[in-house]
């Protein structure tokens, strides 16, 4: 080979190496071994089948990697078409919670626990234990009732009666007695005047 032909750059990652193709050859029968050394093949599996499943692997993920890509670009597309027609993630959301609030609703699970309810309830407003809760409560509340009423009935006489006591009476006349003191004949429009009152006149200057 001819000298002048080899990579003279200092920079070069090839400096100072061959271009022939044997090498490179040689280079990838190595990585191959290592890489079988590394991983050996599973028990009843020949190199040929190894390489066929490799071959079809590389192929599945290609696939994959395709799939990703054309499914990132129609969610691209999707949430473009819902800015258009003004669909926001709370509306969204707000469908997607109504819409599975509807198949519970229609779910065969949703429908038996309604029914076996609704035979509970059935069977407990219908069973004598119940019937006979009822009938004491409200008895209870009757009572309870009545005896507020005889209680404030009671309360009201008992004051008629201190009313017309001879001993309510007499205080009544004495607070009379004492106001007509404090108060004296006046009306009721005049003022009454303080004892300390000390406010200066005329004829009487505080200096």
């Known amino acids: ?75 691209r597309h999707a949430s473009e078409l819902k800015r258009k027609l003004g669909l926001s993630p709370l509306n969204e959301l707000k469908q997607n919670i109504t819409k599975s609030w509807q198949d519970v609703q229609t779910s065969q699970a949703y429908v038996r626990t309604t029914e076996k309810l609704g035979e509970w309830n059935e069977r407990v407003t219908g069973s004598d ?19 507020l009423n005889t209680l404030g009935t009671a309360i009201s006489r008992r004051l008629g009666d201190m009313r017309n006591s001879p001993t309510f009476k007499s205080f009544e006349d004495k607070v009379g007695n004492l ?28 200096f």
């Open 1 to 75: 080979m001819d000298p002048a032909s080899q990579d003279i750059n200092l920079n070069s990652p090839n400096k100072g190496n061959s271009m022939d193709p044997s090498d490179n050859m040689a280079d990838d029968q190595a990585e191959g071994a290592a890489a079988n050394s590394a991983h050996p093949l599973p028990p009843g599996l020949t190199e040929e089948e190894a390489e066929e499943l490799r071959l079809e692997l590389t192929k599945v993920e290609e696939e994959i990697n395709t799939l990703r890509q054309v499914l990132s670009a129609k969610e």
């Open 129 to 147: 234990l119940y019937k006979k809760t009822q009938e004491t409560l409200s008895e209870a509340g009757q009572k309870t009732s009545a005896a």
């Open 179 to 206: 106001k007509h003191k404090v108060v004296g004949p006046r009306g009721n429009g005049d003022a009454v005047s303080s004892p300390t009152d000390t406010t200066p006149t005329h004829e009487n200057p505080p």
